[in-house]
């Protein structure tokens, strides 16, 4: 059965640090792994990767793929209030198909 | 464009009552996505439409569940009889394939159904 496995479950932190979150997946076919992002409604995307080992950013945000591993990890840096919320990593797989396998999700709290 | 619209964003309904979520789609999208978010399950996949067509409906927990899309502006997601355990929040999400590896979803407001 396909699934993906997100850590820390939640996380709190002060502003200014840095943190990782980590997602793990197996998925049949795997073709790419999705960051979202969910604050108190929907979530929103922030980073589809497939390939291992190209890094995207987006400001304070990174993220990476390990396809030989089966991993991602979502980096933030100089973490602000705003950063806080429940981040969702979902992977997709199988050919013709677009089902996201979500994990259950990292809650990130950011202290002032 | 205004996005995923679902309706109601909050229902309080008894347990045994009929309940009908629904979900207009952002124009132009072909796919259509069911979700139901829990605590203690995450964020799961009910249902998927493409073109109108149910595509997988593997994660439609029983029977009492049936979602329909009758043209591509509209879908609804129905319980039938309800029972507390449906408590969640219920999501739809649209998206268009741009490429073979690229389909961003983009997700609705929700709908917060509480079964007493």
């Known amino acids: 059965e396909d699934k993906v496995v997100q850590s820390p479950l939640s996380l709190v932190v002060h502003e200014g640090d840095t943190v990782t979150l980590n997602c793990s997946y197996e998925?049949?076919?795997?073709?790419?792994l999705l960051w979202y992002k969910q604050e108190k409604k929907a979530p929103t995307f922030l980073f589809m990767l497939t390939s291992s080992g190209i890094e995207k950013k987006s400001g304070r945000l990174s993220s990476i793929l390990d396809k030989k591993e089966l991993f991602s990890i979502l980096n933030i840096t100089a973490t602000q209030t705003g950063d806080s919320a429940v981040y969702l990593c979902a992977g997709v797989g199988a050919s013709g198909t677009y089902k996201y396998i979500f994990g259950t999700g990292t809650r990130l709290k950011v202290l002032a | 464009d205004a996005g995923v619209i679902q309706s109601p964003r909050h229902e309080v309904t008894e347990m045994g009552q009929e309940v009908t979520l629904r979900c207009k789609p952002i124009s132009g999208h072909d796919y259509l996505f069911w979700y139901r978010q829990t605590m203690m399950r995450g964020l799961e996949l009910l249902i998927y439409?493409?073109?109108?067509?149910?595509?997988?409906d593997s994660g439609m927990p029983e029977d009492r569940f049936s979602a329909k899309m009758p043209n591509a502006s509209f879908s609804t997601l129905k319980i039938q009889p309800s029972e507390p355990r449906d408590s969640a929040v219920y999501f739809c999400?649209?998206?268009?394939?741009?490429?073979?590896?690229?389909?961003?979803?983009?997700f609705g407001p929700g709908t917060r159904l509480t079964v007493l």
């Open positions: 998925v049949t076919n795997f073709r790419s």
């Open positions: 439409f493409n073109n109108n067509v149910p595509i997988d």
């Open positions: 999400a649209s998206s268009a394939l741009l490429a073979v590896n690229y389909n961003e979803q983009f």
